[in-house]
């Protein structure tokens, strides 16, 4: 395996940049990929001046190894390992290792890593007490991150993240604790009894067991169903610098324990913009499906600016061609469905509306592709997983990736808190005005 990079390399490429009545000779470095950065670390110090950048669009906030991106050519690989070759011959757990200790594992230390993940499994009793507390019909997502969160009362050495002899102890809880959370938050909105996890399973055959068995019927996991989940799991495990694991990095960078760090990814995931899309595709596509299936309006609606209408599960800030994960997924759902006998009339209105939407000038010329989120949801109905919980889904799957980049930022020698700047544009200095005399 090639050598973890975690140096980027100098180059003799320079950026003149004249400020002011000041010159500088920005540093040139370059990634593994050739991707090329212009360093302005020293641009505040040496001119008083800072870079504006909304959404972050041209700003690279870090260094990473963990996964790589070229959106221009529908790239991604995670620690090297194209996603097409780990979506085919790799497991959640064995991708899990990959990304969070940066090799794949050898049969013995995935063994133990399996082991570990099935010991820390259940929850702590008095968790359970929490679900109570919530209304039966909360969004899984706050359960999934308020739950997160209070893990850090149950093992308050965690609120030391830096300690070394912890850290790997605290991932292995989270990813344990994952899918049991998720599960239990799904039986407290259906109202049926918590089935506890089953040691004997797989990741994923686990969490099936979890949402799905009830006492008084034998329920046993179709392996088809937990390979798809497995896969879906595997698709969304990580990707580079995206709006949830950015947060994870900022909470983090302030030395925050990992519960908490994680916790508020999980708040971030949840937008619409982000991990939220998957559960508002399946809306869409619903409710185009109850407009008689009329795709032509909806394609139009998501071009007239004035409609505030976007087709969910399209574009992408990266990928500008078409998103990997969303080929292998358009292909993972035909059989998917097959396998399953399943008819989705919602399955051919997405591929309808795909076949508009890349045929159109707009969607053309705005670079705007189906995306992971656009066929996932079919999969998930497909195996009965309710609308509610696609969000929570997809923050299981992106879990090692937080703890991942968690885990390379805390290691980090260039980390610092994480303290962007502003231009302040509110009003200029004026006097404190006493209640009797304001207008
Ligand atoms: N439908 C219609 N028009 C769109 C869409 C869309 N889904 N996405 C972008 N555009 C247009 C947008 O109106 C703008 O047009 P113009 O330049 O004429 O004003 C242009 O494309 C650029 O859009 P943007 O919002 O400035 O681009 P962005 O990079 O800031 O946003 C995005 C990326 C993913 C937030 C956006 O494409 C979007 O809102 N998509 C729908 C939500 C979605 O599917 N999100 C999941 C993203 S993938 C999984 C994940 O990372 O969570």
């Avoid at 110090?45 to 260094?63: P, Q, R, V």
């Avoid at 993972?332 to 159109?360: F, S």
């Amino acid at each position: 395996m090639p050598a973890t990079n975690t140096m980027p390399t100098a180059t003799t490429e320079t950026a003149t940049l004249t400020v002011g009545n000041k010159t500088l000779q920005l540093p040139v470095i370059k990634g593994t990929e050739d991707e090329k950065a212009i360093d302005i670390s020293k641009l505040r110090g040496e001119t008083s001046y800072i870079t504006l950048d909304h959404g972050y669009m041209n700003t690279g906030s870090c260094l990473s190894s963990v996964a790589f991106i070229d959106g221009e050519r529908g790239i991604l690989r995670y620690r090297g390992i194209p996603i097409e070759q780990l979506a085919e011959k790799s497991t959640f757990t064995e991708t899990a290792y990959l990304l969070i200790y940066g090799k794949l594992p050898a049969r013995d230390e995935l063994d133990q890593f399996n082991h570990v993940l099935t010991r820390h499994s259940m929850i702590h009793e008095d968790m359970k007490r929490f679900l109570d507390g919530f209304p039966s019909t909360a969004h899984p997502m706050s359960i999934l991150s308020a739950m997160v969160c209070s893990m850090s009362s149950y093992y308050p050495e965690s609120l030391e993240p830096h300690r070394k002899d912890l850290i790997g102890l605290t991932i292995s809880r989270l990813l344990a604790k994952m899918p049991t959370i998720a599960a239990f938050s799904h039986k407290k909105s259906v109202g049926q009894p918590f089935t506890y996890p089953d040691n004997k399973l797989s990741y994923a055959a686990n969490f099936l067991h979890m949402m799905f068995a009830v006492p008084p019927e034998d329920y046993h996991v179709d392996e088809d169903v937990a390979r798809a989940l497995d896969l879906l799991l595997i698709l969304h495990a990580d990707h580079e610098q995206n709006c949830s694991t950015s947060t994870v990095r900022l909470v983090g960078s302030s030395q925050a324990n990992l519960f908490a760090s994680i916790a508020a990814g999980i708040c971030a995931l949840w937008g619409p913009l982000h991990g939220g899309a998957n559960q508002e595709v399946m809306n869409m596509l619903e409710m185009i499906h109850e407009d008689s299936d009329n795709v032509d309006k909806y394609v139009g609606m998501a071009k007239d600016k004035k409609s505030n209408f976007r087709l969910m599960g399209f574009g992408h800030r990266v990928y500008k061609n078409f998103d990997p994960r969303a080929k292998i997924l358009k292909q993972a759902c035909d059989t998917v469905l097959q396998k399953l006998g399943v008819h989705d009339p919602l399955l051919e209105i997405a591929q309808k509306l795909e076949e508009h939407a890349l045929r159109d000038s707009y969607f053309i010329e705005h670079k705007l592709y189906p995306n992971v989120d656009f066929y996932s949801g079919i999969i998930y109905k497909a195996i009965g997983i309710p609308t509610n919980m696609f969000t929570v889904m997809f923050a299981m799957g992106r879990l090692p990736g937080w703890l991942a980049q968690w885990k390379e930022m805390s290691e980090s020698p260039n980390t610092k808190i994480g303290r962007p700047r502003q231009i302040y544009v509110g009003p200029a200095l004026h006097d404190y005005v006493p209640m009797e005399k304001r207008g």
